[in-house]
């Protein structure tokens, strides 16, 4: 099925998910577009994470300081290894790549294995937060707005329509290898995620 550009802003960026235990987790964070932006980029104490996929090799800065919710979500996957093995399994040409989901099909979540509980978090947007270029990487979620959990996605283009409000979670930018983002289809694999920068304390 193939769908406009509108019809893509309203399509959920995840499959509706299960009725289960939620977990909430507050927070805000904010991302400058404008010359700031460039200097928040350069942050001395912004962890770098490295993506091995199938395809080449992705390095994202994490906003950590900027949206710390989402980006504490992301590091505390990685270090767990469990992005370690899963596919993309969501591809839209010029619009997104997207993986993290560990059923491989768009419905699966972060179930915490000492509660037995998803993880879930809080919507964590602000109006700087922005999906203005290709390689962007933002928190997937249904239409609940506090539904992300470890599904993400990057973008192949700008993609603007998306952060009309609610809006998605924008929370890193591809660094190093955009060309291997852009390369990557539906299938394609994650060998090994990794945290190269430390993050802040």
Do not use: W
Request: hydrophobic share 35%; glycine share 8%.
């Amino acid at each position: 099925m193939k769908f406009s550009r509108t019809q893509l802003g309203k399509f959920n960026l995840a499959a509706t998910l299960p009725a289960m235990a939620m977990l909430v987790v507050m927070g805000a964070g904010a991302l400058t577009s404008t010359p700031a932006q460039a200097a928040k980029e350069k942050k001395s104490d912004d962890p770098i994470v490295e993506m091995d996929t199938t395809k080449g090799v992705i390095k994202v800065v994490i906003y950590q300081h900027d949206a710390p919710i989402t980006s504490n979500n992301f590091l505390d996957l990685v270090n767990r290894k469990f992005y370690d093995g899963l596919t993309f399994h969501r591809y839209e040409p010029g619009f997104c790549i997207q993986g993290g989901d560990p059923n491989g099909t768009g419905t699966g979540n972060f179930v915490d294995p000492k509660t037995g509980q998803t993880r879930y978090i809080r919507l964590e947007k602000k109006p700087n937060l922005v999906h203005d270029q290709a390689g962007m990487l933002a928190m997937a979620r249904t239409s609940d707005p506090d539904t992300a959990s470890c599904q993400f996605y990057f973008t192949l283009d700008p993609a603007t329509f998306l952060d009309k409000p609610p809006g998605y979670a924008v929370f890193g930018k591809c660094i190093e290898g955009l060309d291997v983002v852009k390369s990557l289809r539906k299938g394609d694999k994650m060998t090994k995620v990794f945290i190269v920068k430390g993050a802040a304390k």
